[in-house]
């Protein structure tokens, strides 16, 4: 079954860290974009950092440079997002995307490009 599975999120003071893992079941991950989105209350899904792995590329949003690193362990199929200096801004439900490099490689970071998502997990930063 092909699933993406999300953990790590929490709540944390401004300043802080936090690690998200994204953990990829049953699709071939070496050919396909791999992305953290996070959509807050009220406010569009937006693209935060992305890998297209047949590429070797990673993108990042300008909100979060400096600050958000991608990494993954492609032994495990699994993504993880770690997040320093967080602001409250950061605050949102953070999702795990996965889709066919053809469809995503050329805008990673355009949530329409992406055909498989996690669950989503919360992350919470209070100033």
């Known amino acids: 079954q092909v699933q993406l599975v999300e953990s790590g999120g929490g709540s944390v003071q401004a300043g802080g860290s936090l690690r998200l893992s994204c953990a990829a079941f049953g699709l071939p991950y070496s050919t396909y974009c791999m992305t953290w989105f996070r959509q807050a209350p009220g406010k569009e899904r937006e693209g935060v950092v992305g890998?297209?792995?047949?590429?070797?590329?990673?993108y990042l949003a300008d909100s979060v440079k400096g600050r958000f690193t991608i990494s993954q362990d492609s032994a495990k199929n699994t993504l993880y997002l770690q997040m320093n200096s967080l602001k409250p801004e950061d605050t949102a439900m953070y999702y795990c995307?996965?889709?066919?490099?053809?469809?995503?490689?050329?805008?990673?970071?355009?949530?329409?490009?992406?055909?498989?998502w996690g669950q989503g997990t919360q992350v919470t930063v209070s100033s």
């Open positions: 890998i297209v792995n047949d590429w070797g590329t990673t």
């Open positions: 995307a996965a889709s066919p490099s053809i469809r995503c490689r050329q805008r990673p970071l355009w949530p329409l490009g992406y055909n498989l």
